[in-house]
């Protein structure tokens, strides 16, 4: 029984028994098996084998079939009890449902409406036989008077027939006569002997081999004995039918000995009812005990053509989880009873009713659907995307800008605005530029061990020498108006001298923390699976958070400084005073960098690339732009304006 439901799904399996020592017995056997097989029970009816009992229970008993889900019910337990009393009034008060059961329960309803369905019938398991040819013939040709009792009733009761049913429109060719027989008779169909009528016909050839060969001893043996009575006639004729081993008329090997018959096979049949008390009998299947579990049950293929239903009906406590779908058992229920949940991002269930979802590797990602694993492209931000060529393009624009500036002061060097304003700092501070713009190529392209390293070593060193160069720029801004004396000029030389040391002594403080940092925490290529779906971006990761916000904070200090500084001098009477225009170009320098912390955390992946290039040649930009722009417009456009007033 259970092999039938496992090979059909049927997992939610109503049971009812009679309550005594054989149906306590049989649950005890079934839930064993069930669990084995994950089926569970929807209830357990347990019939009282005394009417007055079974009268006060009997409304309780309707309700838990008639409300179950279980659309399958086994029925296991004696005729003619309470039991069939039961089975016979769920028929009537319609319970459609799948009796599955052992062969004495072929029964007939004796119900006058008729609806053949398949799938609502009584699915029997009886012992294996094989078809009486000769007995179709004497059914159909049998002449019921000459017998002393109408036999037809009789028969009609006692077996099954298949009837013709047309495989194109489904319609059945039976019963339009008024007599069961004369149908019979002019129509070919398969006879179904029941069980208990091929025990009775295996019976019959029992004895009649038992009585043969008693014959047979009295005829050999002339002079044995004649019988001392009757009992003794009958004992030795059980003894000798208990031994009793034969082939019947239809080549089946009949052995009387029921214990040497281990290797038991089974039909199986489902059973429907008809009007005037006669029912349609079809086998589906086989099981065979001896063959191996995988081979044990067989169930035939063509059996759905009789209603041409194609689709086996479900019995189950939930329904099925699809593939990308997990279980998660109800509380104080079945294990058959569950809900479907989906799989969390990134994993899968590529199976139907999964306990549990697989994550995927690092590499691949889900689909949609989350029911397969596919593999991720890897990215990075190239030259050839747009914002890569951009930022490229940005880059080596400004890098040549850069260096036209520094041409231009070089030609220019004896000019007075280019004197004025210390043109060393100006070649130092625009070479240092021209590095910051290039150094945002480093963020561009496949990254490696290297390119990781150089990308903030290089930002970090090069913004630090334009920094410290503006510095410098500021302070020998201030010191030219209060060193003016002759007096000063030892003083003078000497700050000059410290002023030059300042940008060595200030790159030094940050060779210092950039080292510690490669030491104690470098950065390194990381991958980013989070940030777009489907894709690896291959970024570089920059080990210690802690260590690039002290560059950071580094770098902040020393433009503190030098807009302080520039800040307190911008109102300095000269002509050629650039107070003004450092004081601005740490103002923007400050904006750039404070905007981009917090712009910098918010994003990821690529997009956290592109914040950190951009800021690069914002800020380097702004130093440019504010620094050398009005300087440039005068050695360029306005060259009258460059000379010192008298």
């Known amino acids: 029984m259970l092999s039938l439901m496992f090979h059909f799904g049927w997992t939610w399996i109503g049971l009812v028994i009679s309550d005594d020592d054989q149906g306590i017995q049989f649950l005890s056997d079934l839930r064993e098996e069930m669990q084995r ?24 008993y309707d309700q838990q079939i008639m409300t179950s889900s279980a659309k399958v019910v086994v029925i296991y337990g004696e005729m003619n009890s309470t039991l069939e009393l039961s089975f016979r009034r769920w028929a009537y008060l319609g319970a459609q449902r799948i009796w599955i059961t052992t062969s004495q329960w072929d029964v007939i309803t004796h119900k006058k409406d008729f609806s053949l369905d398949f799938f609502h019938g009584t699915v029997t398991f009886a012992h294996h036989h094989n078809d009486i040819p000769v007995f179709r013939n004497f059914l159909q040709t049998i002449n019921t008077s000459k017998y002393p009792i109408d036999i037809s009733q009789s028969m009609l009761q006692w077996n099954h027939f298949n009837c013709s049913i047309s495989k194109s429109n489904n319609k059945m060719d039976c019963f339009t006569f008024n007599n069961p027989l004369e149908w019979l008779a002019q129509h070919t169909f398969d006879m179904v002997l029941s069980e208990e009528g091929y025990n009775l016909y295996n019976a019959v050839y029992a004895v009649a081999h038992t009585y043969h060969e008693l014959i047979l001893q009295q005829i050999e043996s002339p002079k044995m004995e004649e019988p001392k009575g009757v009992f003794t006639d009958c004992q030795q004729e059980v003894s ?177 605005i280019v004197k004025a304003n210390n043109r060393i700092l100006s070649y130092i501070l625009l070479i240092s530029l021209a590095f910051c713009f290039l150094c945002s190529l ?34 020998t801004v201030v010191t030219a108006f209060k060193l003016t004396t002759p007096g000063r000029r030892i003083r003078k030389m000497m700050i000059k001298g410290a002023t030059n040391l300042l940008i060595p002594i200030c790159t030094l403080i940050q060779l210092v923390l950039c080292a510690i940092w490669l030491v104690t925490s470098p950065p390194f290529i990381d991958r980013d699976i989070q940030s777009e779906h489907g894709k690896v971006i291959i970024i570089c990761n920059k080990g210690s958070v802690t260590a690039f916000h002290f560059v950071l904070g580094y770098l902040g200090s020393l433009a503190l400084g030098s807009f302080t500084v520039a800040f307190l001098a911008r109102n300095l009477p000269d002509r050629f005073n650039e107070a003004k225009f450092l004081t601005f170009s740490m103002l923007v320098f400050y904006s750039v960098w404070i905007t981009f912390l917090p712009v910098y955390h918010s994003t990821k992946g690529k997009v956290m690339v592109v914040v950190e290039v951009f800021s690069i040649l914002a800020s380097s930009a702004g130093l440019l732009g504010c620094i050398f722009v009005q300087k440039c417009y005068v050695l360029l456009v306005r060259p009258d304006l460059n000379v010192l007033r008298k």
């Open 442 to 475: 480093l963020f561009i392209g496949h990254p490696n061990q290297a390119t990781c390293i150089l990308q903030q070593t290089t930002f970090a060193i090069f913004f630090t020498v334009a920094i410290s160069t503006v510095l410098a720029k500021t302070i």
């Open 37 to 60: 097989h994950a089926i569970c029970l929807a209830f357990v009816n347990m019939i009282p084998e005394t009417m007055q009992t079974y009268k006060t229970r009997v409304k309780i």
């Open 240 to 416: 000798l039918l208990k031994t009793r081993v034969f082939i019947n008329p239809v080549g089946e090997l009949v052995n009387m000995n029921h214990k040497e018959n281990q290797c038991a096979k089974y039909d199986i049949f489902i059973n429907w009812n008809f009007p005037q008390g006669l029912g349609l009998k079809v086998k589906i299947g086989s099981y065979f005990s001896c063959l191996p579990q995988s081979q044990q049950l067989h169930i035939s293929e063509d059996w759905e053509w009789v209603t041409g239903e194609t689709l086996v009906p479900s019995s189950v406590c939930s329904v099925t989880c699809i593939a990308g779908f997990r279980k998660i058992h109800q509380k104080q229920t079945a294990n058959c009873c569950f809900d479907c949940v989906q799989c969390q991002e990134n994993e899968i269930a590529n199976d139907t009713d999964m306990e549990q979802c697989v994550r995927c590797p690092d590499d691949s990602y889900a689909n949609l659907e989350q029911t397969k694993c596919l593999q991720r492209a890897v990215t990075f931000l190239a030259y050839e995307d747009p914002l890569g060529m951009a930022l490229g393009c940005m880059a080596l624009s400004f890098s040549a800008i850069t260096i036209l500036v520094l041409v231009t002061f070089v030609k220019y060097r004896d000019t007075p």
